[in-house]
């Protein structure tokens, strides 16, 4: 299928839930654009989004805060936020093409441009994947889309920039249905789990790891799943996201046929559906 651009609203994206991505998905795809594969391999994904990217730090007001813009307050601080030719804005911009990429399905595209130090214009355009909050393009962000979006961004978290490809899964569609059997088969060993909600008040990411696939996962270099110990052998959190154990007693037992949680108990708000299942190979 052919990609569309997603126009307006570019502060809206991250900054607020109660507005839309975009007033107006009728613009058509440039002739020239390539489509994208929509193969159930799309759900395999990589994630070298950068544990600061996810920090308290990068969700600051200058950093385009999910918490800290209200609607009103969206305008020209946010956009400049966006096309910050320092490291903010590449904290930014990097946050804004996962975020995209999680919630929007893959006929979407978001484009905006920015000038960098030396004066060169960077086309950007940023692809949806996964659809998990696909609504969002068309009025607000509900509950369950600020969960899912909130559980798919820290599951594509890695401590150190490192590009691995995962499995994500989930009770909830559409990767209820979408992952097939030969992806389960092709990434067998089930890593950890993710929820969470960035849009909240006080924004929190919790994650829990598998028993079985500990070593497998911090061999990988997935630390936000598995859990690192400190000094102390305690587990310590991968910046912003809580490690709060295994998921064996926070989540239960996997769903048999699609290798996944179906719900987890948070220490805090107590039982989740939104969350975000991954399998390494």
Partial sequence: MKTR??????????????????????TAADPGEEE???SAEALASGNALSLNALSLNALSLNALSLNALSLNALGAEALDALQDPGEEGELVRQLV??????????SRSFRFAWTDAAGSTHEEVYRGQLGLAD???????DDAGKQMVSACLAARTNRYGVSVVISMRSHQDPLRHEVGRDERETYPHVEGAFWGDLFSETPYLR?????????RARAAQRDCAAGQLDAAGELASCGM????GSCQE???????PGQYYKDCRDPESGKTRFVVTTALR
Wanted: aromatic share 4%; proline share 5%.
């Fill in 207 to 215: 994650a829990c790891y598998n028993d079985a696939s500990v070593a």
């Fill in 135 to 141: 609504s969002w393009r068309r009025g607000p962000l």
């Fill in 5 to 26: 651009d997603v126009l307006g609203c570019v502060c809206v994206l991250l900054a607020s839930a109660t507005g839309c991505i975009a007033p107006d998905l009728s």
């Fill in 36 to 38: 994208i594969d929509s």
């Fill in 97 to 106: 093409k996962y975020t995209v990429s999680c919630a929007l399905d893959e």
């Fill in 241 to 244: 996201i809580e490690i709060v």
């Fill in 250 to 256: 926070r989540c239960g037992r996997l769903h048999p």
